[in-house]
């Protein structure tokens, strides 16, 4: 092949064993964009069939063009990544650009270098596949699972520890902040999430998601529950409007849904309307989240990041030592409801520790307990 005075020497012009390359990429649950030249109006330096691979940080391997479309293409597939739909890519001397949209199918930029010549470049992203976490033994949890399957997403189901050992494949929920935070930047990105434990372990799950992922998580909870619900996550766990606004409830459709099965079909309607408008999948890969579950929540834009909870909420979130009561039965004093022991949720007062059905009712006791002891 005789060598072109105008292409690049060295190592980024080609790139060796493409397909194990991609192999190894989709391996690491890394997202790229692979370029290919598929047209060319001379004097261009590309030739037809040129790839390059366009990583999440703007990196780019291989050649599809000097100086000036190098970083068209680099922007174009950075916005492809950012849509997760591929794009033709129009690279035209004089052209009237088109507005740039992270969901454009074709795209005609304007050649502002020296050079007359013209080029296309298809853009094919290439990201993991979406993961859905699912939290719930509930029926309508079951059937959330079982559907997204079908749609060829990865599912996570999501337990209470104490019922992974009948369900051996599920994540346990004491678990899923670490599984969630050793997932790479662009998978973790692209993570769904639905609680569906229908008030099992509703602010304990969303605590976890909140904190390990960066997208909107869906509640199935009536709109008065869920108010409930972030009021609890804002005084235990100190979550600001920015991160309690990423709790989407009621979760799904309103489609009039009565069945677990058509309940089901809502939820995942409304992910894929939210996929399709671009609010879901995150626009950049987020940095990774510590090892251990952090005691604070990472700073997000428009929140400021809460202090360590001390106090009541350090009673709630289980941080201070508490008898642990065990055997029979006791009743909630907020809700009056029979709690087993036992107790997951407990809270020490003067000298007596108290059994709760969930974090509310225990944060609602801490808050005053002499409501709760004085007799009626």
Not at 51 to 65: N, P, S, T, Y
Not at 171 to 190: D, E, F, I, N
Not at 309 to 315: F, V
């Amino acid at each position: 092949m005789t060598s072109d005075p105008q292409r690049p020497t060295g190592d980024t012009e080609f790139i060796p064993d493409l397909p194990e390359r991609l192999a190894g990429l989709a391996r690491e649950g890394a997202a790229v964009v692979v370029a290919t030249v598929v047209s060319r109006r001379a004097p261009v330096s590309a030739q037809v069939g040129d790839k390059a691979l366009i990583h999440a940080d703007g990196r780019m391997e291989g050649f599809v063009g000097g100086a000036c479309s190098r970083e068209i293409v680099r922007r174009q597939a950075l916005l492809a990544l950012q849509g997760g739909q591929a794009r033709l890519v129009r690279i035209v001397p004089g052209a009237a650009p088109d507005a740039e949209h992270a969901f454009a199918e074709r795209v005609t930029v304007p050649m502002n270098c020296a050079s007359e010549g013209q080029s296309e470049v298809f853009l094919e992203p290439l990201l993991p596949p979406r993961l859905l976490v699912v939290v719930g033994r509930t029926p309508v949890a079951r059937a959330i699972a079982a559907h997204a399957a079908l749609m060829g997403d990865r599912v996570w189901r999501v337990l209470d520890d104490d019922e992974v050992p009948d369900e051996p494949d599920a994540v346990p929920l004491g678990a899923l902040t670490a599984r969630l935070s050793a997932l790479p930047a662009a998978q973790r990105a692209r993570v769904r999430s639905v609680v569906a434990s229908q008030g099992h372990y509703d602010e304990t799950a969303l605590e976890a998601l909140l904190r390990a992922q960066p997208n909107p998580v869906g509640l199935l909870a009536s709109a008065r529950r869920a108010a409930t619900v972030r009021e609890t996550l804002a005084m235990l766990s100190g979550f600001g409007e920015a991160d309690l606004g990423r709790v989407r409830a009621p979760a799904g459709l309103h489609l009039g849904a009565r069945t677990p099965h058509e309940v089901a079909l809502s939820v995942l309607a409304e992910l894929v309307q939210l996929d399709r408008a671009g609010q879901v999948a995150a626009p950049l890969p987020v940095p990774a989240a510590p090892e251990a579950e952090p005691t604070t929540p990472p700073p997000t834009a428009g929140s400021t990041p809460p202090a360590a909870p001390t106090g009541l909420a350090a009673q709630v979130m289980g941080l201070t030592e508490l008898p642990v009561l065990t055997g029979g039965t006791a009743v909630d004093l907020v809700c009056g409801m029979t709690v087993t022991l036992p107790a997951k949720h407990t809270a020490d007062h003067a000298g007596v520790t108290y059994a709760f059905c969930c974090p509310h009712c225990k944060a609602r006791f801490l808050k005053d307990p002499t409501q709760y002891l004085t007799p009626g």
